[in-house]
Structure formats: C-alpha cells, structure tokens
C-alpha cells in the first residue's frame, strides 16, 4: 500500500494523465472526432489497472469526472455528482482504494473558475432577476453579458470574492478529497486571484495536509481583450512578454506544490521537435531555469497533453527523436507526466491548431487496445520508468 501520510511520493512520481472519455471502455463505433461521449468510463480505467501497473507508472491524472455538459468534462453542471457517462461515486471509490492497492497515488482535475451554462444556479441567474445566484457570476450587463472563462460563452466565471460561492467550490474540493484523493491538479489557476488560492490551499491543507496541488498555469494564446477575465498580479506586463513566462509559475510558489512547467515543455518544442538547437542547448536552458525555483516547488515535465499536438506528430513521427526526447525528460528530477497513449504511438494527421473547430480532438483519439501486445514504444516507456525508479 502506498504511504500517502507524507506527500514526497510527488517529487518521484511518474504521473500518466488519463482523459476518462477516450481511455477504455468507450464504444469504438462511435465517431471520435466529434465532440461527443463515445463511452470512456471509470470501470475502463479500473480494467485497466493492470495494464498502467505493469508499465510501470505510479500515479493517475484523471479528467474531471464530475457532472457534465462535455464528453471532457470540464464543463461542469454540478460539483459534487459524479457524471453518468462516467460512472458512479462508488466506482469511482473503488478506482481510488484499488489504486491505492496497487502502490500508486491517484489525482483529478479540479476546475474552480468557471461551470457550465447549463450548471442550474447559472440557468437560474440569467432567468430570475432577484435569484441569489446572480452573485455567483460577474454579469456585465443581465442578462446576456457576462464574463466567461476567456472568451467561451459556454463557461462563465465563478465570482469566487463572493463567500458563498467561494465555500462552494472550497468545499467540492474537500468532499472529493474525502473519498481518498491524492490531490489535484487545477485547472486554470491564472483565472483566481491570489487571495482565493491563499484561503484555498489554507483550507485544503488544514483537512487534508498531505493532499498534493499543482496547477496549470498558462497565458499563451490569450487576447488582450481575454485579460479581464484572469487574476493574476502584473497580468499585463506578463502578456506583453509573448511566451510562456518563469514569472507566471512563479506567482504560485506561496499557493500551491506547483505547477505544470510550460515552461519546459516549449525549450523541448523548440530544441527536441524543431531542431532549433542541440540537446546540449536544451540543458542548459533547463537548468537556467529550474535555479530560478525553490527545490521543494514541483515542476512536472510533461512534452505534451489534451491541449496541444501530440508528442510524436510534433517530432514529425520520427520514432528515434521521440524516445531521444523521453529520454531527456526521465533525466531530469522532477515528476513526470505522460499522456495517454503516448506509449502506443498515438499522433495525428495535422495541427490541432489547423482548424478553429474543436481542433483539440485531434489529440484526444482514443486509445488503441487492439495494439497493446509486443508494442515497442510501450516496451521502451516501460524500461524507461523502470531505469528512472531504480536510480
């Protein structure tokens, strides 16, 4: 059984991020490329225990398993329900305790910013004039301007300075961290202002102090007129620098264990996948910038994720500079994420920036079980974590 009175299992972890619709148990008739559910389930993920076990990984990044109005759940229509689609709070308790049993940690992703437009005390602001939800929500002008997470209609912004909501979403967070979470990964934590994640962290860690919380925080690609509807200090100064920015990480140091080093995955962009320099350059960038954070602020390297063109289509599906790059990234002491399927060799056609249109699906196909066996991108991950958890 894993020991998680203490939270330094992070610092090694090999954390495999799991999106719950496409990883197993999904129909394979259904059309992947919509945006729809096609059937990914918790009990998949349970089934496939055995699998993520012998790889070799030791902890789970789920998607955010809660109600829902998208297949990938961060449309979130009620915080403290588990989604049909995706099971029951039973299952998923049992996923968390078999985890557990098989000496790994599990987190999931938490999204305190926003809901969706069809969570009910949203449909209930913008029907009712005096409805007590109104103060949930930054209405610009009631009822059809309001502030969103950017620019998505779908998704207005939680007033979190509001004590009600803010104990609302605190409080999610505790209840699910009461079925044996390990913590979270947060979504959007540029969206919040420091004094919300200062009482959040305050009053996770009271109940739950070996809870692990890191979070995503990620200017690029947002617009000027976007800035409105983020809280971090110095907003502005950090979009003018036009890449993703040490200083943005840095803000959470007070907050949070850490946050997902964007920062480093754009030096392997750059170096490993573009061929804009040599590996030595890219260590040497790395180390630059790892000396400007405290040891104990976790920075987990990922080369890819939900968000963004896989892993082996950003090295032009050349198997060689792919595990050279894999190789780098088990190099370096920090925790670790691989995203689901990567290990199989999932890539895609084009650009998930090549279209306006749900381009993300691009880098959300399903994972392919039928080829599992004898797979040796998987054998090589697999040697890899072994090497990296010896040494």
Known sequence: MIDNRNNKWIENAIIYQILIDRFAGYNPKKDWKKPEFIGGNIKGIIDALPYLKNLGVTT??????????????????????????????????????????NNMTIIADFVPNHASRHHPFFQEAISEKNSQYKKWFYFTEWPKRYQCFLSVKELPKLNLKNPETKNHIINAAKYWLSFGLDGYRIDHVIGPSNTFWKIFS???????????????AWMQGITWKELKTIQIPWKRLKWLQKRPSDTVLHNYGSFLDGVLDFTAQQLFQHYMFKQNGSEAQLKKSLQKHYKKFPSDFSLPLFLDNHDMDRVLFQCNNHLNRLKKAAEIQFSIPQPIIIYYGTEQGISQQKSVWSTSNHGDLLARKPMPWNNTVNNELYDFYRNLIKRRLEN
Request: charged content about 30%; proline content about 5%; hydrophobic content about 30%.
């Open 60 to 101: 789970l990044w789920i998607s955010p398993f809660y109600k829902t109005s998208a297949y990938h759940g961060y449309h979130i229509t009620d915080f403290y329900e588990v989604d049909p689609h995706f099971g029951t709070k039973r299952e998923l308790k049992r996923l968390i305790d078999l985890t557990h049993q």
């Open 202 to 216: 305050q009053k996770i860690k009271k109940e739950y102090p070996k809870a692990v919380l890191f979070g995503e």
